[in-house]
Antibody, heavy 118, light 107 residues
């Protein structure tokens, strides 16, 4: 079964940092691009970042560019999102999603909640 | 950025009703559009890709159509398990953008 499991969310103060992880299983992780997508409480979906299978291509939404860093470890079947200089508006559930083919997000993990508050 | 709009923002229909959701892009995106279903408290699930292709395992009562700037998502016979919010998503240009969602519930 293809599965993605996020971890690392929690409560952090404005200006703080957090590192999210996404553990993949049930498929050849190194063959797929991956994405992070977030959803603020009660709001819609916002794409955050993309990384190609070999990490050679990386994209970010303007809202996180310069503050967030996406990375992956294919040997560990893991995806990461390093989040620095966090703001209240970064509060959201963060999902990792496999890029099945050209930004077809399938499947998604269960999400991890990040709350930025003092 | 390509802006995506959806209408209606919410709807209430009876079991067995035909439900139609529209999605409009701010510029031509060809058929580079996907539809997702998000049930309460759950992660989104891909239902339709490339505007009209039904994802494997998804019931045939779901369908999608359209190209260019105007797209339609249809549930031919609404079932209780279809209660969810539905999102369109364009992938013609970065950044990837989603519509604001359409919440569907049972009357």
């Amino acid at each position: 079964e293809v599965q993605l499991v996020e971890s690392g969310g929690g409560l952090v103060q404005p200006g703080g940092s957090l590192r999210l992880s996404c553990a993949a299983s049930g498929f050849t992780f190194s063959s797929y691009s991956m994405n992070w997508v977030r959803q603020a409480p009660g709001k819609g979906l916002e794409w955050v970042s993309y990384i190609s299978s070999s990490s050679s291509t990386i994209y970010y939404a303007d809202s996180v560019k310069g503050r967030f860093t996406i990375s992956r470890d294919n040997a560990k079947n893991s995806l990461y999102l390093q989040m620095n200089s966090l703001r209240a508006e970064d509060t959201a559930v963060y999902y990792c999603a496999r890029d099945r083919q050209t930004y077809e997000f399938d499947p998604w993990g269960q999400g991890t909640l990040v709350t930025v508050s003092s | 950025d390509i802006q995506m709009t959806q209408s209606p923002s919410s709807l209430s229909a009876s079991v067995g009703d035909r439900v139609t959701i529209t999605c409009q892009a701010s510029q031509d995106i060809s058929n580079y559009l996907n539809w997702y279903q998000q049930k309460p408290g759950k992660a989104p699930k891909l239902l339709i890709y490339d505007a009209s292709n039904l994802e494997t395992g998804v019931p045939s009562r779901f369908s999608g159509s359209g190209s260019g700037t105007d797209f339609t998502f249809t549930i031919s016979s609404l079932q209780p398990e279809d209660i969810a919010t539905y999102y369109c998503q364009q992938y013609d240009n970065l950044p990837i953008t989603f519509g604001p969602g359409t919440k569907v519930d049972i009357k």
